[in-house]
T-cell receptor, first 110, second 111 residues
């Protein structure tokens, strides 16, 4: 199955720093979703985006649906230790097809 | 609370001994799916089900079986587990609007 290109693969940052990650695809998507997976747990939905250009926030998290509909971005401001985990993007193509990114592993150093 | 419940959370078994991982959802979702997660490989789909009695192979179905006799339940069956099936498994149900809701995972070790 198709995987989305997600980058970076991993990040090590100091507490308080801002974080940016993105997902790209060669296909046009109808929906972009961002998930966070805490160590030892299942991924949990953070933000859902439904329209090109849409910018949505959830606390310190902000995600954008790219204008071309082929990419999406997630930003975390003022990171804290509990932000540690793996962040996945997922895109919905037409019909029933969803695709996942390969994940960005985030480590926050206190 | 909307959730997907899978059991057990941890399982150690021996090669060849049949096992079943249960999965149940309370959101009345038609679509359910099983994934395995391995380091560096992300989430890979094993099987999915579009509705009751409708199942289909995902990307890595070899060595696995599923059944969907009721809407809420979607068990994963390993008839003869092998060490290469040692992995972290997730069950999920899905709506088109909100995407996937995942279970908490089952960490399986086959020795």
């Amino acid at each position: 199955g198709q995987q989305l290109n997600q980058s970076p693969q991993s990040m090590f940052i100091q507490e308080g720093e801002d974080v940016s990650m993105n997902c790209t695809s060669s296909s046009i998507f109808n929906t972009w979703l961002w998930y966070k997976q805490d160590p030892g747990e299942g991924p949990v939905l953070l933000i859902a985006l439904y329209k090109a250009g849409e910018l949505t926030s959830n606390g310190r998290l902000t995600a954008q649906f790219g204008i071309t509909r082929k990419d999406s971005f997630l930003n975390i401001s003022a990171s804290i230790p509990s932000d540690v985990g793996i962040y996945f993007c997922a895109g919905h193509l037409v019909g029933n097809q969803f695709y996942f990114g390969t994940g960005t592993s985030l480590t926050v150093i206190p | 609370e909307a959730q997907v419940t899978q059991n057990p959370r941890y399982l150690i078994t021996v090669t060849g001994k049949k096992l079943t991982v249960t999965c149940s959802q309370n959101m009345n979702h038609e679509y359910m799916s099983w994934y395995r997660q391995d380091p560096g490989l992300g989430l890979r789909q094993i099987y999915y089900s579009m509705n009751v009695e409708v199942t289909d192979k995902g990307d890595v179905p070899e060595g696995y079986k599923v059944s969907r006799k009721e809407k809420r339940n979607f068990p994963l069956i390993l008839e003869s587990p092998s060490p290469n099936q040692t992995s972290l498994y997730f069950c999920a149900s899905r709506s088109l609007e909100r995407g996937y809701t995942f279970g908490s995972g089952t960490r399986l070790t086959v020795v």
